[in-house]
């Protein structure tokens, strides 16, 4: 397949021509200097890489029901609110069935990767790996501790199955078990994350002791705490559709004007689909709602090109012929490519590409998930 139009990529945007046989970038060039000479079926549209879904919980796919009025702690608020009673009514398979819905949705949208924070201890993070089996979009897990006092046993008990350990926020874990929590994620190379500043701000000297990879949310955030989570090298993840439905709202121009790295998720998946391609929209309409504008360009990197340097991947945002990147190629006008992608893409738009299987991550090539 010859694609002639523009590719968008860890590069930028730019006029070129792509072919993709397989699924995989074969040849990039100036528009017209093809090998192919006319010889194969062209295409006219943009090609990006795939891209990563920042901030999931996919565990509450198990209720899609519009959720009840209810305040945002009641709704999402650990041990019991509502979420958390979803979670503990529901049986295994079904929660499986449910997430394994969520995962197929995501791969209809080219989505690669998603970044989950899996509540519900090991056997949450058991529950999703098996879920993920086969599904074609390859789970980051970051699981949670369940026992109260958390132990260093559980926690060791988790990293064996999960990618890392995301916790809710430090105003509900000390600074003794955040700091613990770090050194066992650092000793194992797996990440640490957790939300920070999403109800209420909260000082970025606490959430940023010890040093996280990512915070989420970041809602209330003065200017001078973006700075401090740029200086941290800390990412962070915004979810624009989940805060927009608690009145909030992540401070994209701020993020980008203060040059901070972000993830673009679409968080709760009881709340709205993980689509990706309506999240990008989404944020870059309403940060114009906001009157404070982020750039087309800032936003399709927080999905296309961020997520896979954060996760030291960063290859795979890069379109070149014979590189790890799977490829996406849209039906859309090749000029102004972010702005397309961002504005007006969805997976009716996608041409398919006989694409490789979604690259497959360390822990789930090591297999031994059982329960
Ligand atoms: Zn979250």
């Known amino acids: 397949m010859l694609v002639e139009g523009a590719i968008l990529d860890a590069d930028g945007a730019r006029p070129s021509y792509v072919r993709i046989e397989h699924g995989i970038v074969v040849e990039t060039g100036t528009i017209g200097t093809e090998s192919t000479r006319g010889k194969e079926r062209k295409i006219h549209g943009i090609v990006t890489p795939s891209p990563i879904n920042g901030h999931t919980h996919l565990g509450d796919a198990v209720s899609t029901r519009e959720p009840p009025n209810v305040s945002f702690s009641e709704l999402v608020a650990p041990p019991s609110g509502y979420k958390f009673r979803l979670l503990a009514e529901a049986k295994p398979a079904e929660k499986r069935r449910a997430m394994r819905a969520a995962l197929h949705r995501m ?84 990440f640490y994350a957790l939300h920070a500043s999403e109800e209420v701000r909260e000082p970025p000297e606490v959430y940023l002791d010890p040093r996280p990879d990512l915070v989420v949310h970041l809602t209330w955030a003065e200017p001078s705490d973006l700075e401090q989570v740029r200086d941290a090298g800390t990412s962070i993840a915004v979810c624009p559709r989940s805060n927009a439905l608690f009145g909030r709202r992540p401070l994209l121009g701020a993020m980008e004007r203060a040059g901070n790295r972000v993830l673009l998720g679409t968080d709760n998946a009881m709340l709205q689909s993980p689509s990706i391609w309506r999240e990008l929209e989404f944020a870059y309409v309403t940060s114009r709602l906001f009157r404070d504008p982020a750039s087309a360009m800032f936003l399709a990197r927080a999905a296309l090109v961020e997520p896979w340097r954060w996760l030291g991947e960063e ?48 822990s789930e090539r090591a297999g031994g998930i059982d329960e």
């Open 107 to 190: 791969r209809q949208e080219g989505i690669a990767v998603t970044v989950d924070f899996r509540e519900e201890g090991e056997t949450g993070v058991r529950e999703l790996r098996r879920a993920a089996e086969g599904a074609g979009v390859r789970a980051v897990i970051l699981g949670r501790p369940v026992g109260q006092p958390r132990e260093s046993a559980e926690i060791e008990r988790i990293l064996e199955v999960a990618d890392g350990i995301g916790l809710s926020s430090c105003r509900e874990e000390s600074a003794d078990v955040r700091h613990e929590v770090a050194a066992v994620c650092r000793a194992r190379r797996k």
């Open 315 to 362: 290859e795979r945002s890069h379109l070149v012929a014979g590189g790890p990147a799977v490829p996406l190629v849209f039906r859309l006008p090749p000029e102004d490519p972010a702005y397309q992608i961002v504005t007006r893409a969805a997976e009716y738009l996608m041409v398919p590409t006989a694409s490789r299987a979604a690259p497959t991550a360390e």
